[in-house]
């Protein structure tokens, strides 16, 4: 049996675990299989899950946010499933942590614990591997006091001669500083490589138009990724495969096309600490021009996993136009254009759900991810890639674009990007007729302050013109 305060490895890896949960009135999870989420959540970090309890209250136990004769259950249950530990589907105090683990005298995990382990055996770049580290180091802190037994000891005293001599310093302030100063170098490292992220991400979005994938945890975000770019991003049809933002250019046809981003998934009640940590991560993909959400519409979880992610993106939208209204250079933040697919539609027995869908979210396209078999395609792939063509091209009319002929890249890029149907040559101007769309427009103004936009009556076509009244 181990030791009740034994808690130098959180690790779960072939463990035998039981799940266990308070559910309260307001407490979110699917009736139809509350334990669902732990449970993929505690195999993917390695536990066995032997067993299962909960307990409705209308409040949690202040102590020991279980009641007293529920814990005591739990215990005879880990004794007769031989658990060693137990993971429970909330956020639990230190002080909770401890309470219960003298009671139940097994190793207690809490949900925060059990996906900053996941999130520590997935991450494998530098970036993803620093913002684990912060995220643990922010959760450890101020439960120092609770989880460790070692700290008790006490450095100092008589040994170490003249002037030394007194009580000493304990060892969990010892602790304390030490995760204090290792805090501050990683925050440091990581505003430095973000910083250089945002800069990259500018620029990135004035040469061209981003589109980012954004949806639940095992949605299949990384899967539509590689079948719709050359991306090679890592997908498994397990939670948290993606840790990092991959960006591949995504050819939509007709010398159309916009760099497409697969992002990290959400999940229900993330731990705080990871939300701050991957804020920057999350952050690339709310200035994209467009979002597209990806929803397993296969899963019985599918309504929670909605709910999760709209709301999380509302709070990561808000939190971008709080930032960039107290920057007094900033242009405005403009919400992304949201695209909602329905993924692993091909899953289904028949098209009730799909129905559904499409009633509680207007232009959802029912969608298959997987890569066209050959000689043929998957449901909604087309569909999705027309959308996104007609959103990044914009309303279509047919203008008079004026180059000076020194500015070969724009000349070429305007080529290459857009319908051109008519050349002729003025003086030092090339002046080429084209079908293009109001966001190609503004694509090809950005940076270009000598490009001249007309009708092909020859009348100037302002910027504010574009922005503002020329609109689908």
Known sequence: ??????????????????????????????????????????????ASVVGEIEQRRERPEAGTYMGRGKLNELRDLCV?????????????????????????????????????????????????KLQVELAQLEYTYPRLRS???????????????????????????IDRRLIQRRKSILQAELTEIQERKRRTVRERNVDND????????????????????????????????????????????????????????????????????FRATLEEAMHADLLIVVLDVSDPSVELHHETVMRTLDELFGEVEAREAKDPESPGYERPELVVVLNKADRLDDNRDILYWQSRVPGSIPLCALPPEAGGERPGQAELISRVRSHVVG??????????????????????????????????????????????????????????????EGEVVERETVRAGWRR
């Open 80 to 128: 007769a499933l031989d658990a060693t530990t137990v993971i429970f589907d909330h956020e639990l105090s230190p002080k909770q942590i401890a309470s219960i683990e003298k009671i139940v005298e097994r190793k207690i995990l809490d949900r925060s614990e059990l996906i900053l382990d996941i999130f520590a055996g997935r991450a494998t770049t530098h970036e993803a």
């Open 395 to 456: 309303a279509i009319r047919v203008l008079d674009l004026s180059v000076p002929m020194k500015n070969a890249r724009l000349i070429d890029a305007i080529e290459r990007r857009c319908d051109v149907t008519e050349r002729r040559y003025e003086a030092d101007r090339a002046i080429l007729r084209a079908e293009l769309g109001n966001r190609q427009v503004s694509r090809l103004r950005s940076g270009n302050p000598d490009l001249v936009v007309m009708t092909t």
């Open 210 to 277: 981003t589109v980012g994938l954004v949806g639940y945890t095992n949605a299949g975000k990384s899967t539509l990724f590689n079948t719709l770019t050359t991306g090679g991003a890592y997908a498994d049809d397990r939670v948290f495969a993606t840790l990092t933002t991959r960006t591949r250019r995504w050819d939509l046809g007709g010398g159309v096309g916009c760099m497409l981003s697969d992002t990290v998934g959400f999940v229900r009640e993330l731990p705080h600490h990871l939300v701050a940590s």
């Open 147 to 173: 989880m460790w037994s070692h700290l008790e000891r006490i450095a100092g005293g008589s040994a170490g001669g003249v002037g030394t001599r007194g009580p000493g310093e304990q060892q969990l302030e």
């Open 1 to 46: 049996m181990p030791a009740p305060t034994d808690r130098q490895n959180i690790k779960v890896q072939a463990e035998k675990a039981v799940l266990a949960a308070v559910r309260l009135p307001n407490s979110v999870f699917d009736p139809r299989d509350p334990f669902g989420e732990l449970r993929e959540l505690s195999k993917q970090a390695g």
